[in-house]
């Protein structure tokens, strides 16, 4: 059995304006920054009772509850650390006029954020508008992401009042 010569055919250059494939990955690259934390406001607005008692009466948002797994998350992370990742969730998903993939942007579950978004009407911009009167294709300003927010935190501690700050 004879040894076979190496191949003297070459690969064709990519085309220009597209990377190319082959091409060994870039060295010493440093990483994307990481998005920066929204700050938490020193002081939330009031929430109605009257926005419990509505939301108490739809069957839909009754039905949202905190199972263990949530619980649990809550009161390892603290409500303070949640109400952060509450912000963010505010204003990436929900605070642009025209949100990414609005009606479908916040997941049923996988963090206690979301359960308390569905329970209380905050969890797509359509939701919020018939639930809180903020108008859809409108950006969200400052006073009103920290009235979502607090709504979010009152129904985490409505929901659990043991967790801790």
């Known amino acids: 059995m004879t040894a076979r010569a190496p191949s003297r055919r070459r690969t064709p250059a990519a085309p220009p304006g597209q990377a190319d494939l082959f091409a060994p990955p870039p060295s010493a690259q440093e990483p994307p920054p990481a998005p920066a934390a929204v700050p938490l406001p020193a002081t939330l607005p009031a929430v109605a009772d009257d926005l419990w008692e509505r ?14 797994k949530d619980r649990a998350y809550l009161h390892r992370q603290g409500l303070q650390s949640v109400s952060g990742h509450a912000a963010e969730f505010i204003a990436t998903r929900l605070a642009p006029a ?56 009152g129904w985490l501690l409505r929901e659990d009042p043991d967790c801790s700050e």
């Open 55 to 68: 939301l108490s009466r739809s069957r839909f948002r009754a039905r949202f509850h905190l199972d263990a």
């Open 98 to 153: 025209h949100p990414h993939k609005d009606g479908r942007q916040t997941p049923w579950r996988g963090h206690p954020v979301f359960v308390a978004q569905h329970a209380t009407g905050t969890c797509c911009r359509g939701c919020i508008e018939k639930w809180h009167g903020f108008a859809k294709g409108q950006e969200l300003q400052q006073p009103q992401r920290d009235y979502i927010l607090a709504v979010i935190r």
